[in-house]
């Protein structure tokens, strides 16, 4: 089946610096990509839609420069975590659809900023 | 605004069926059910969807009730690794929108 493929699983980082997390649709195109985030105990939140060649559409409190997406191929979208501080460690988790039926997930990124 | 509302947690015996149910009396004529399902610090998995018609598959089955009001999610012989997080989720089938998960429902499959 369709698998989406999410890298790196774990990062630590210290505070100030930046971390660059992948999205790949292994099988299949996708024009969009969704990344969510989550918190310990709580359920996922979207923080963005990627769009394959345009600009990313951001949800409302989600800061577009300190989440920087790109989405520069059909295949490949990128979500960089910019001056990362400690209340940017969560949970990161991106999907493509394969089709407008079929939602695919990432095995999710575990990012700690100490 | 989550459209489906899931008891916070259930527990099932091993071997038994685990039947979680989910209500989304707010559900359009055209709104997919999804069932989804997240295991501790990995991804969400798919599971199943449907319109109105009951469907199973290696998983699981999904029961529909006729006025599409809410759903059954079975999992015929719950194992260990069945314990999780389960979403149940509606939207349109067209547009590659993005999932709105509720809280789900914590499965805990007990020995």
């Known amino acids: 089946g369709a698998v989406v493929s999410q890298h790196p699983s774990r990062v630590i980082c210290k505070s100030g610096t930046s971390v660059k997390i992948e999205c790949r649709s292994l099988d299949f195109q996708a024009t969009t990509m969704f990344w969510y985030r989550q918190f310990p105990k709580q359920s996922l939140m979207l923080m963005a839609t990627?769009?394959?060649?345009?600009?990313?559409?951001?949800e409302q409190g989600v800061e577009k420069d300190k989440f920087l997406i790109n989405h520069a191929s059909l295949t490949l979208s990128t979500l960089t975590v910019t001056s990362a501080h400690p209340e940017d460690s969560s949970f990161y988790i991106c999907?493509?659809?394969?089709?407008?039926?079929?939602?695919?997930f990432g095995q999710g990124t575990r990012l700690t900023v100490v | 605004d989550a459209k489906t509302t899931q008891p916070t947690s259930m527990d099932c015996a091993e071997g038994r069926a685990a039947n979680l149910p989910c209500n989304h009396s707010t559900i359009s004529g055209n709104e997919y059910v999804y069932w989804y399902r997240q295991i501790h610090s990995q991804g969400p998995q798919y599971i199943i969807h449907?319109?109105?018609n009951n469907e199973t598959n290696e998983m699981a089955s999904l029961i529909i009730t006729e006025d599409r009001k809410s759903s059954t999610l079975i999992l015929p012989h719950a194992t260990l690794r069945d314990t999780a997080v389960y979403y149940c989720i509606v939207r349109p089938p067209t547009g590659a929108n993005n999932l709105f998960f509720g809280t789900g429902t914590r499965l805990t499959v007990i020995p």
């Open positions: 999907s493509a659809h394969r089709d407008p039926t079929e939602a695919f």
């Open positions: 449907g319109l109105k």
């Open positions: 990627s769009n394959e060649g345009s600009k990313a559409t951001y």
